[in-house]
T-cell receptor
């Protein structure tokens, strides 16, 4: 079955710097790659997603890139702010009923 | 937040007792999911449902059962709780399954002593 690995497990950056979180997946048939953000004590919420027919997608300060050949995708956050501090989860799916999540990255943005 | 609630929000129980967690949605979404969240493991799928009375196992289904008799309700049962089932449990709903947005409930913190 699908396996999703996520790195790093923790990431600390200075406010204003960029942050990059990387995920790899095992099943080349996967075609949907969402990213969820979970603030402390809250529920996970979708922040951006990308499908396999697109190489990059941007939404203001966040972007996701996909490399199908290497089977990895990344989340990029530019001009980080303290409110970006949270746990971020990547996930993958291949037109099936379920998502497989990575183990999460705890991002801390220091002022 | 989508119309999704979980009950109870917190529960402390003893090893060997049965426990049922409830997920209720008002969005009429077809898919419903139960995940557990543990440090270092992320979100792991326990069971999911793709329609009334239609359910399937996830990656960590041992020791859990589910039922969905109505579109709006998805129940997760621990027949005989163990300490390894101490976790935060999230329900999620989705209109179109794994390639669509999942909306999560607020979570249930379960402690098994």
């Amino acid at each position: 079955g699908e396996n999703v690995e996520q790195h790093p497990s923790t990431l600390s950056v200075q406010e204003g710097d960029s942050a990059v979180i990387k995920c790899t997946y095992s099943d080349s048939a996967s075609n949907y790659f969402p990213w969820y953000k979970q603030e402390l004590g809250k529920r996970p919420q979708l922040i951006i997603d990308i499908r396999s027919n697109v190489g990059e997608k941007k939404d203001q300060r966040i972007a996701v890139t996909l490399n199908k050949t290497a089977k990895h995708f990344s989340l990029h956050i530019t001009e980080t702010q303290p409110e970006d501090s949270a746990v971020y989860f990547c996930a993958a799916s291949k037109n099936t009923d379920k998502l497989i999540f990575g183990t999460g990255t705890r991002l801390q943005v220091f002022p | 937040d989508a119309g999704i609630t979980q009950s109870p929000r917190h529960k402390v129980t003893e090893t060997g007792t049965p426990v049922t967690l409830r997920c209720h949605q008002t969005e009429n979404h077809r898919y419903m999911y139960w995940y557990r969240q543990d440090p270092g493991h992320g979100l792991r799928l326990i069971h999911y449902s793709y329609g009334v009375k239609d359910t399937d196992k996830g990656e960590v289904s041992d020791g859990y059962s589910v039922s969905r008799s109505k579109t709006e309700d998805f129940l997760l049962t621990l027949e005989s709780a163990t300490s390894s089932q101490t976790s935060v449990y999230f329900c999620a709903i989705s209109r179109a399954g794994g390639t669509d947005t999942q909306y999560f409930g607020p979570g249930t913190r379960l402690t098994v002593l």
